[in-house]
């Protein structure tokens, strides 16, 4: 997934997104909580709270929240809204995952609608007559394309877990849809940068100018006739309203424009699945997050593990002693991912031997805690002898003890590029996240291996991690991000934040953020750690990068009383927490 955050190179820009986002959000209803002026304190409410990326799908899912809805409900209406209002990542034209956490019930479980490669995928399907990997035909042609899951996936969620129906969550998206909302300043921004993958087809012209060719501008009303007619479609028919019928052939019309894959069948045949979410603990705190195809949970659970005996609340809040630390975890982690992780439907993936204490404990045992390692030295461990086996995200908790963390994604911003013609949706890319050739980086430079090669009906590995944490049976963090593969490092420090130097939600998701993925070694960071800092990062053997910044959390947390605190990522300038 692409990493579509704004960068962000000098404070004062930071403070002009805070700005923003305050404005965008300072028409909401009276009495609501909104996005708060100081952006070091958290939204405060205490019988709903909604975290989102973009302010229209925050107010549309809280409205639900209002009318009785549960914390599903706002959830499936935010994901529909949210393919509307921000088309770079918000999707149904692509997949991900969903956590959903009941209190009463005492369960948490996982829905995985990630796509899945059509049937007639095959390994070497993006190998050149060289033998390498041909990017142009992984990331921006039709063959691209998963089969999408978002539509089937949210509509699980509704039928299992929710009480309004699939109209009714669909009603705000087909409205936005259709009468059109008006144009940020990111939006127009992000259309003109993406605009040579984005114009090659006469589609995504149609779809992302006016009628007389030019851009729209910030304050421009944008209004999306073919996109309201596919979601109406949904309404009307339910998934077959998508997954059959007129949606399904212009997908499949689309394919036969150039070199796609994706037939009648392929998406006739597609299903989300519920599956058991990897769980751990972390200094008495209950950590579930999005099992396999997803590696984000496991890997999350792992780290901390390995950091759990260090005392990185004495340590200090990104000190060089704690970023060391914790850059030799995630080393370890992401050396385990390049070799293990795949979907468990088609390959045995060590689960319980990764995310053992006893194996965190031999790779903690590796770790220098004056000096780095060298990632040519680290190699994938042995769990197996252990075992006792743009993209956005959004958070969401009800009254009634309910909690969500949904992450889903097209893959890169904007996905392949190419818009659906007459459907009005952009298609994934997602294929470039199996290992188009085992050893070969991915765009985002994470190595896969044989468990993740191609194979038709399997889901391709994801980074995405939407976690719950739990603290005595009782909700207490909801989290998750996008951002390729610092999606794990990303919500793995705002965990860490929260629970090892005491911030509050908002400070939590604010706080500069460290990442490292094994290869490349480097620690790459944002602006905001102190040179000094880096400097004795740097004494230690580290080298250390700064770079755009990374992910944009939006998260909640529940106190004890029952407050929920929101807290929206300024790195997004959409981003709104709003509660009641």
Do not use: C
């Not at 909401?28 to 304190?41: F, K, P, T, Y």
């Not at 909302?181 to 114009?199: A, D, E, I, N, W």
């Not at 590696?295 to 990185?312: A, C, D, F």
């Amino acid at each position: 997934m692409k990493n579509t955050a704004t960068t962000l190179p000098r404070f004062n820009k930071l403070v002009l997104f805070v700005l923003l986002a305050v404005f965008l959000g300072a028409a909401s209803a009276q009495g609501q909580a909104i996005l708060s002026g100081d952006r070091s304190v958290p939204v405060e409410a205490r019988n709903g709270m909604v975290v989102t990326s973009h302010t229209l799908a925050t107010e549309v899912a809280l409205e639900v929240l209002k009318k009785g809805g549960n914390a599903i409900d706002a959830a499936v209406t935010a994901g529909f809204a949210l393919a509307v209002t921000q088309p770079r990542s918000g999707n149904i034209g692509g997949g991900g995952f969903m956590l959903i956490s009941s209190q009463d019930k005492k369960e948490v479980v996982a829905i995985d609608y990630r796509e899945k490669a059509p049937a007639g995928a095959s390994r070497d399907m993006f190998l050149g007559a060289d033998g390498n990997v041909d990017q142009t035909l992984s990331r921006f042609s039709r063959a691209s394309a998963g089969v999408p899951g978002t539509v089937a996936g949210l509509a699980l969620a509704l039928e299992k877990y929710g009480t309004i129906s699939l109209a009714a969550s669909l009603a705000p998206a087909i409205e936005l849809a259709e009468k059109g909302f008006v144009v940020t300043p990111r939006f127009s921004k992000g259309v003109k940068s993406t605009q040579k993958r984005l114009f090659r087809f006469e589609a995504g012209k149609q779809k992302f100018l006016k009628p007389d060719g030019s851009f729209y501008e910030p304050g421009d009303i944008y209004i999306q006739k073919d996109l309201a007619e596919t979601l109406r479609r949904i309404s009307n028919n339910g998934i077959n309203g998508f997954y059959e019928g007129k949606t399904a052939e212009l997908i499949v019309a689309e394919m036969q424009r150039g070199n796609g894959l994706i037939t009648l069948d392929d998406l006739k045949n597609y299903k989300p699945k519920i599956r058991k979410p990897v769980s751990g603990i972390y200094r008495g705190y209950d950590i579930y997050s999005m099992s396999p195809p997803s590696s984000g949970g496991t890997h999350i659970i792992q780290i901390l593990n390995i950091l759990e005996k260090y005392p990185l609340g004495n340590l200090g809040h990104n000190s060089a002693r704690t970023i060391h630390l914790v850059a030799e975890a995630m080393k370890r982690a992401y050396a385990d991912r390049s070799k293990y992780l795949g979907d468990t439907d088609f390959v045995d993936v060590p689960l319980d031997g990764i995310t053992s204490k006893k194996y965190a404990a031999s790779l903690r045992a590796g770790i220098d805690p004056n000096f780095a390692s060298n990632s040519r030295d680290i190699l994938p461990g042995e769990p197996v002898g252990f075992e006792s086996s743009e993209t956005t995200h959004f958070s969401i908790a009800d009254k009634f003890g309910n909690a969500v963390a949904n992450t889903y994604t097209i893959n890169f911003s904007y996905g392949s590029g190419i818009v659906v013609q007459g459907a009005g949706f952009l298609l994934n890319n997602e294929m470039d996240d199996f290992s188009a050739k085992p050893g070969v980086p991915n765009a985002y430079g994470l190595i896969g291996g044989e468990a993740n090669k191609i194979e038709p009906h399997k889901r391709m590995l994801s980074s995405m991690s939407p976690t719950i944490v739990m603290k005595d049976g009782k909700n207490f963090l909801v989290a998750g991000s996008p951002g390729g593969s610092r999606i794990i490092t990303t919500t793995l420090q705002v965990i860490m934040n929260v629970i090892d130097h005491r911030l509050n939600v908002q400070a939590a998701v604010n706080a500069p953020r460290i990442h490292h993925q094994w290869l490349p070694d480097e620690i790459r960071i944002e602006q905001g750690i102190s040179p000094d800092t880096i400097r004795l990062l740097r004494a230690m053997g580290h080298t250390v990068n700064e770079k755009k910044s990374m992910g944009a959390i939006q998260s909640i947390m529940i106190m004890e009383d029952g407050n929920m605190h929101g807290g929206a990522d300024p790195r997004r300038s959409t981003s709104a927490a709003m509660g009641f």
